[in-house]
């Protein structure tokens, strides 16, 4: 069951990613006979087709690139080509099916011409910006519903004065460790992708380059930060967030977020924070792979090898679309990584909204858990009774009470 | 909150070491993209 939903949950997340990374649906207008009057070139129908955005077949293109065996002999008039145009030599390059060689050892030097790069920009500066601005827009908005409808959940009974421990030290050290690095990588990210249409006009290039330089450094470097407090978080809170049957029982009642007084029994974590902590994992995972992947450009290409397990387990059959690419330039890797990793921070970055909503303004007491790592056992007993009856055989320890 | 302060902290130490930890360790775009036929000085 849990695969079957997994792989539902992939075959529509990949379903939206082809959609908008690819152009419109195919029309592959150019008949035979049409091809035949133009000589072999394009023809009017492939313009057309091309300016209505939709995919046009470049089969008469990538595989116009001249015949060696035909050429003429070296004495003859344009025998010096080796049977090969200017311009079918350039459609070979284009195409990646020329015998390029270069002196450059460096990945991805013998790709002179890369096809799909105006593709991913247009990919990239459109459906990309558009889309996760609205997600981001669309979280915030909810949120700020959600706070004039519900307004801030209280403590019902009254903050006691006694607390109770709630996350040890280093709990809250490896949370803070990939919490405090996820917003300056989250904020630096934003203003990466959103630089060219909100920020340069807003500051200017001058301001906005030496910014960004130093913004590039600070989000390629705290990653390593993330992702060792990601690993610590997981480590530690992965049996706690093992779905349970009260967990039904907490999503039945929502969580009691949306009626006053109703506090469905939870343990140490509830079936909202085991939603977050998997999609933490998940999502935090994912972004990390191919963060890595754009950290040291054409060395972890993962892509093609995706796609090709992708294919292999029926993905595309089961979507009703072609097989996914297996074979990619170094650059569409690279691409395809960039997309993938932009897409996967945009959700990210809406689900943790939700989750710093209410960890602080949306829940009276809740910022202590994560503060001070004590809290009070009034409120531990309304949002998480089951886990404070395992605890509660400490004595609470007298404190002032929470801010 | 000490243990949050002390995540920030420890946050910036390992950007600041892995700036040079990999630059030492040969991960610079200098050492990986080029070599010795290239002048960068």
């Known amino acids: 069951m849990a695969r079957m939903t997994f792989r539902i949950c992939v075959s529509l997340l990949l379903t939206a990613v082809l959609l908008l990374m690819g152009p419109a649906p195919s029309a592959r207008a150019q008949d035979s006979a049409s091809r035949a009057a133009t000589g072999g070139a394009q023809t009017l129908e492939d313009i057309l087709a091309r300016q209505q955005g939709l995919k046009v077949d470049q089969a008469f293109r990538s595989e116009a690139t001249g015949n060696p065996d035909q050429a003429a002999a070296i004495t003859d008039q344009l025998g010096t080509l080796g049977g090969v145009s200017d311009p079918e030599l350039w459609r070979a390059l284009r195409f990646g099916s020329a015998d390029v060689t270069v002196s450059s050892r460096a990945p991805a030097a013998d790709v002179i011409i890369q096809d799909g790069g105006m593709a991913w920009l247009h990919f990239r500066a459109g459906p990309l910006l558009h889309y996760g601005g609205y997600l981001l827009l669309a979280v915030l908005a909810a949120l700020v519903l959600f706070y004039l409808l519900r307004g801030r959940i209280r403590i019902d009974g009254g903050i006691t004065g006694l607390t109770v421990l709630r996350f040890s030290a280093i709990e809250r050290f490896a949370h803070w460790l990939m919490a405090g690095s996820f917003v300056v990588l989250g904020l630096t990210g934003l203003m990466m992708i959103f630089g060219r249409v909100a920020l340069i006009p807003l500051v200017g290039k001058e301001a906005y380059a030496p910014a960004m330089a130093a913004g590039k450094w600070v989000h390629n470097n705290l990653s390593w930060a993330f992702m060792i407090g990601l690993a610590m978080v997981t480590v530690m809170w992965v049996l706690h967030n093992i779905p349970n049957r009260q967990d039904l029982v907490w999503l039945a009642k929502g969580g009691g977020l949306f009626s006053k007084g109703v506090h469905p029994p939870a343990r140490k974590f509830n079936a909202g924070q085991k939603i977050i902590f998997w999609l933490v994992v998940v999502l935090g995972f994912s972004i990390s792979l191919s963060g890595l992947s754009l950290l040291f450009p054409f060395e972890l290409p993962m892509f093609a090898k995706t796609f090709a397990v992708l294919n292999d387990l029926g993905v595309p059959q089961v979507l009703g679309i072609a097989d996914l690419p297996t074979a990619m330039t170094p650059h569409e890797e690279m691409q395809f990584a960039q997309g993938w990793h932009a897409i996967v921070a945009f959700v990210f970055i809406g689900v943790i909204l939700a989750h710093i909503y209410i960890g602080s303004v949306g829940m009276e007491g809740a910022f202590d858990a994560m503060g001070s790592g004590e809290v009070d056992i009034q409120w531990a007993k309304e949002h998480h009774s089951l886990w404070y009856d395992e605890v509660s055989g400490r004595k609470p320890r007298d404190k002032v009470p929470a801010e | ?41």
């Open chain 2, 1 to 41: 909150m000490k243990s949050m302060y002390l995540a920030f902290l420890a946050a910036i130490l390992i950007a600041v070491i892995a700036h040079f930890g990999l630059d030492y360790a040969g991960f610079s775009s200098r050492d990986v993209t080029s070599g010795p036929a290239v002048r960068l000085d």
